[in-house]
Nanobody, 124 residues
Framework: QVQLVESGGGLVQAGDSLRLSCTAS????????MGWFRQTPGKEREFVAA????????YYADSVKGRFTISRDNAKNTVYLQMNSLKPEDTAVYSC?????????????????WGQGTQVTVSS
């Protein structure tokens, strides 16, 4: 079992930056590929970014490519999402997830563990 806790969300203005953190406890963090997803009311949860176990491979949704950066610190059991040049359409609840799959997944259905999420609100 893996427990995931996100932090770092908040209310910012368009163009600002935020860094989300997701800290894991339980089984070995470095055994999992990690992902960030986001969801707004009435919409399905969408993929944002993912990172491999060692951090050498990353994937991004087209909507955040060039603005968001995913990284991880296995010594701290933490994955980060640095969000720059935020836009109002980035407003959502952001959740991190852990996957034990061999390949780095970008589909939510193959993630095994989820955090509760942290709210990010970007005002125009």
């Amino acid at each position: 079992q893996v427990q995931l806790v996100e932090s770092g969300g908040g209310l910012v203005q368009a163009g600002d930056s935020l860094r989300l953190s997701c800290t894991a406890s339980g089984r070995t963090f470095r055994s999992y590929n990690m992902g960030w997803f986001r969801q707004t009311p009435g919409k399905e949860r969408e993929f944002v970014a993912a990172i491999s176990r060692g951090g050498g491979t990353t994937y991004y949704a087209d909507s955040v490519k060039g603005r968001f950066t995913i990284s991880r610190d296995n010594a701290k059991n933490t994955v980060y999402l640095q969000m720059n040049s935020l836009k109002p359409e980035d407003t959502a609840v952001y959740s991190c997830a852990a996957s034990g799959r061999v390949a780095v997944p970008t589909t939510q259905s193959v993630y095994d563990y989820w955090g509760q999420g942290t709210q990010v609100t970007v005002s125009s």
